[in-house]
Nanobody, 123 residues
Framework: VQLSESGGGSVQAGGSLRLSCVAS????????LGWFRQASGKDREWVAA???????TYADSVEGRFTISRDNADNTLYLQMNWLKPEETALCYC??????????????????WGKGTQVTVSS
């Protein structure tokens, strides 16, 4: 599985960005995808993911502002981010885990990672 993110950029606080992640050598019924982010000097943080029944789950900090979605025909994962905050400046990654391969919130459950796309939010 190869993952490639895009869509990052610089926005002001309150702005929006839509991240994309194209997955190759991937089958949507074998792997589930999720989004993580890592701010400079901080640990990698889980943001959102698809869970085993195909539904979605979000970190409390982004619930109601972010939306994870996917296009199975194009093998593309999206993250719509609204009302962004300066403290959400981070390198954002998509990752793939095996279905039933572990908790969707745990970075260790994910086998494949993209290189990330930078999101910068200014105040």
């Amino acid at each position: 599985v190869q993952l490639s993110e895009s869509g990052g950029g610089s926005v002001q606080a309150g702005g929006s960005l839509r991240l994309s992640c194209v997955a190759s050598r991937y089958t949507y019924n074998t792997y589930y995808l999720g989004w993580f982010r890592q701010a400079s000097g901080k640990d990698r943080e889980w943001v959102a993911a698809f869970v085993n029944d195909g539904s979605t789950t979000y970190a409390d900090s982004v619930e109601g502002r972010f939306t994870i979605s996917r296009d199975n025909a194009d093998n593309t994962l999206y993250l719509q981010m609204n009302w962004l905050k300066p403290e959400e400046t981070a390198l954002c990654y998509c990752a793939a885990r095996l279905k039933y391969g572990g908790p969707p919130l745990a970075a260790g459950a994910y086998l494949y990672w993209g290189k990330g796309t930078q999101v910068t939010v200014s105040s």
